[in-house]
C-alpha cells in the first residue's frame, strides 16, 4: 500500500527554522517526483515546492524561495523541505504527495496525501 507519512512541524518562532520529513512506504520513492503542500486554516492546499525524479529540478513557491529548500535521501526513502527565516504566514498544514513525473503546477494531478503536519509560527 502506497502511503506517505509527514512529520517534523511544531511550533517556532518568527525567523525560526523547522525541518519536515516525509517518508514514503509501499513504493520506491527515487523513481517519482514529490511535491510538498500546505493548507492554512480558510485557505486553498498551495503547492510550496517540488523535486523531480533524480533530483534533476527542483521547484519553490514565490512565497518561499531562498528560504526552504526541498531535497530527498533515497536510502531512507525520504523527502524534506528544510525551512528557514519562518514568518507567520508559513502557518498551516504541511502536506506531501506525488504527481509520478514530472512535477506539476495543479494540485489534482498529486496522490497519496499523507494525513498533513502542523507548521505554527508565531511569538
Known amino acids: 500500500q502506497v502511503q506517505f507519512v509527514e512529520s517534523g512541524g511544531g511550533l517556532v518562532r518568527p525567523g525560526g527554522s523547522l525541518k519536515l520529513s516525509c517518508a514514503a512506504s509501499?513504493?520506491?520513492?527515487?523513481?517519482?517526483?514529490i511535491g510538498w503542500f500546505r493548507q492554512a486554516p480558510g485557505k486553498e492546499r498551495e503547492g510550496v515546492s517540488c523535486i523531480s525524479r533524480n533530483d534533476v529540478s527542483t521547484y519553490y513557491a514565490d512565497s518561499v524561495k531562498g528560504r526552504f529548500t526541498i531535497s530527498r535521501d533515497n536510502a531512507k526513502n525520504t523527502v524534506y523541505l528544510q525551512m528557514n527565516s519562518l514568518k507567520p504566514e508559513d502557518t498551516a498544514v504541511y502536506y506531501c504527495?506525488?504527481?509520478?513525473?514530472?512535477?506539476?503546477?495543479?494540485?489534482?494531478?498529486?496522490?497519496?496525501w499523507g494525513q498533513g503536519t502542523q507548521v505554527t509560527v508565531s511569538s
Open positions: 504527495a506525488t504527481p509520478g513525473d514530472p512535477c506539476s503546477d495543479y494540485v489534482n494531478e498529486y496522490s497519496y
Open positions: 509501499g513504493f520506491t520513492l527515487d523513481y517519482y517526483a
